[in-house]
């Protein structure tokens, strides 16, 4: 189950969905791409099975409505990182979710805003990357500290060079894995399905497991 939520930035307020397991300990925040919102329908899917895993998540959007009608700001990655990071301190405010390892989840040009957000921000736990536009984050990437799993389309020919050149320049742990025989947006059968079990396996190890040897000091408030 997943409730309503709203995240301020400044003087915006952002629409979201917070979903939190029984007994989580790390919380995944979903940054969408270009054309896409909290709706997307593959995160969505991705986050169902990261809650079944026991692992929180927050899928919001980036821009209102009007914002996003504006394409400079879809490509603004300065601005989409910073309402990243404004969730993560809404995050890091709540009650419910105070204590949580987190860790993004980026799509799209949503990757380089996931990408720039970690590079300034060392306690986040892991990065993953679906489909993603690294090389929007190219001055950021060598400052990225959270482990970073990269996963591409096999078929998807121009961003995966353009990950495969991001890549080489993350000094972090990492991974680039290709999916054989899917695109951009992952639409060929069990193709997302990949996509979500390598998340899985990438959030379950690097947060959950960072929670389990250093639990999160939280000062109260």
């Given at each position: 189950m997943t409730q309503n939520v709203r995240i301020r930035a400044d003087?915006?307020?952002?629409?979201?969905?917070?979903g939190v397991p029984r007994d989580a300990a790390a919380i995944?925040?979903?940054?969408?791409?270009?054309?896409?919102?909290?709706?997307?329908?593959?995160?969505?899917?991705?986050?169902?099975?990261?809650?079944h895993a026991g692992i929180a998540t927050l899928l919001f959007d980036l821009l209102t409505e009007r914002?996003?009608?504006d394409r400079a700001n879809v490509f603004d990655m300065q601005l989409l990182a910073d309402r990243?990071?404004?969730?993560?301190?809404?995050?890091?405010?709540?009650?419910?979710?105070?204590?949580?390892?987190?860790?993004?989840?980026g799509a799209s040009t949503g990757a380089a805003?996931?990408?720039?957000?970690?590079?300034?921000?060392?306690?986040?736990?892991a990065v993953v990357s679906r489909g993603g536009r690294p090389d929007l984050a190219a001055s950021a990437l060598p400052r990225v500290q959270a482990p970073t799993l990269l996963i591409v389309g096999g078929d998807d020919t121009l961003v995966m060079h353009l990950n495969q050149e991001a890549y080489a320049q993350l000094t972090c742990e990492k991974q680039?894995?290709?999916?054989?025989?899917?695109?951009?947006?992952?639409e060929e059968p069990g193709t997302l399905d990949e996509v979500t079990r390598l998340a899985t396996e990438w959030f379950s190890g690097h947060l959950k497991g960072a929670a389990a040897e250093r639990p999160l000091m939280v000062t109260a408030s």
């Open positions: 003087a915006i307020q952002l629409d979201g969905a917070l995944v925040v979903f940054a969408h791409g270009s054309g896409s919102s909290r709706l997307s329908p593959r995160n969505t899917h991705v986050a169902q099975v990261l809650r914002e996003a009608a990243l990071r404004a969730a993560t301190v809404w995050i890091r405010q709540s009650e419910a979710t105070r204590a949580l390892h987190v860790g993004y989840f805003a996931a990408l720039s957000a970690a590079a300034t921000d060392p306690t986040i736990g680039l894995t290709i999916v054989p025989g899917a695109s951009h947006l992952f």
